[in-house]
């Protein structure tokens, strides 16, 4: 089978265009026009009529002059199909192109009936499917009308009744082929922004979910160190090691972000969680491994949520205690693995900035939802707050 060539690729010949695209240079029209001008070559019976038909050099000029401008009138309608123009103008140049088929026929003869296959393929060509499929036979039945009234036209009939049929229906199918190979054209280049707008929001949510916890734990490692300083040197000498060592791993994860490969894990996260929660001076209450082996996709998502979860609580939530549990359950949608992050600090109002916003886009992409609000009843200056993360599992897993 032969593959049409989308725009912008090469079609094996020179200066050639692909189907459905419009010449963009001189060279590309000449090739077009070639292609158009090589089926004039049936207008032969015509011109042999003009040249040995017997007429006067009057008719024989008018007849050169009526051919001519046929046959331009039938380029330049057929060279316009792939613009967009209004087809009652089209409609009234295939009109015009009829009535001079009707005249010239009426005029000079039965040899002249072959112009009414040029009007049927012109017809199929330029206009749109809905009007063509009636104004192909129309031009078919205007050819066997005047066939009729030409002498000696019903011997010519047969043999251009087929070919004005077929050549007119043929047209209409070559101009929806046309029409199908641009809209997937385009609908390949949508798709293409798509994904590439979709790659940006994935750079983005893994950049600020990497540097968010990173940054909120060398800024919390560099105010203990400013603490203890100049009291303590040695403990403050380790907390900067903390902070080069934390910000080169940080590098290390852009790096690993940006190429596309990095897919967190829980039990990595669990061990970052708890080194954050006690730089930040809150007990950190957390499970020493995994609920079991998780899908690829669903521990991804899972240890995201953890990250986001413990960079917010250190950041703003003012705990004393943070409790991070990882279970699987059965539900009637089936069996779910779920992360829940609850720390006992103030809990303001619940406005999901872009970590949350991203957190919940990431989740989503694996069936999964997030819920976070107000952990419950507590005392009122402190009444706590909930992270939820859920996303479904294989009934294999369980």
Wanted: proline share 6%; net charge positive; hydrophobic share 45%.
């Amino acid at each position: 089978m032969t593959s049409i060539p989308q725009a912008g690729e090469p079609t094996g010949v020179p200066g050639a265009t692909g189907v459905g695209v419009p010449p963009e240079n001189g060279r590309q029209r000449i090739v077009k026009a070639l292609w158009i001008s090589v089926w004039l070559v049936y207008l032969g019976a015509p011109v042999t009529d003009l040249i040995s038909g017997g007429h006067s050099l009057g008719v024989r000029l008018l007849g050169w002059l009526g051919l001519a401008a046929f046959v331009a009138w039938y380029l330049l309608l057929v060279f316009r199909t792939g613009r967009q123009t209004e087809t009652r103008r089209v409609l009234f140049s295939v009109s015009v192109l009829a009535a001079q088929a009707t005249v010239l026929s009426l005029s000079l003869g039965r040899e002249w009936l072959v112009l009414f296959v040029y009007v049927a393929i012109a017809s199929g060509a330029a206009l749109p499917g809905e009007v063509s499929r009636w104004t192909v036979p129309g031009a078919t039945a205007l050819l066997t009308a005047t066939a009729l009234t030409v002498p000696g036209g019903q011997a010519y009939l047969a043999g251009l009744l087929i070919p004005a049929l077929m050549g007119g229906f043929a047209m209409v199918g070559i101009r929806t082929m046309i029409r199908t190979t641009i809209e997937l054209r385009r609908a390949r280049a949508t798709v293409a922004q798509l994904a590439a707008n979709e790659e940006r929001l994935r750079m983005a949510r893994d950049l600020h979910d990497l540097l968010g916890h990173s940054l909120s734990l060398i800024t919390l490692k560099s105010e203990l160190a400013g603490r203890m300083l100049p009291g303590r040197p040695e403990e403050a000498a380790r907390q900067v090691a903390d902070i080069e060592q934390v910000s080169r791993q940080a590098m290390v994860d852009v790096r690993e972000a940006v190429s596309g490969y990095r897919r967190p894990t829980l039990p990595g996260e669990l061990a970052g969680a708890r080194t954050a929660l006690t730089a930040a001076g809150i007990l950190a209450d957390l499970p020493s491994d995994g609920p079991g082996q998780l899908p690829e996709e669903v521990e991804s998502a899972l240890a995201w949520a953890l990250r986001e979860a413990v960079t917010n609580v250190v950041r703003h939530s003012g705990a004393a205690r943070c409790t991070v549990t990882l279970a699987t359950r059965q539900t009637l949608a089936g069996p779910v693995a779920e992360l829940t992050v609850t720390d006992d600090g103030g809990a303001g109002p619940c406005t999901p900035g872009n970590g949350l916003t991203g957190l919940t886009e990431r989740l989503a992409s694996a069936g999964g939802t997030l819920t976070a609000g107000p952990a419950g009843q507590r005392a009122r200056d402190r009444p706590g707050f909930r992270l939820r993360a859920s996303v479904p599992l294989s009934p294999l897993v369980l």
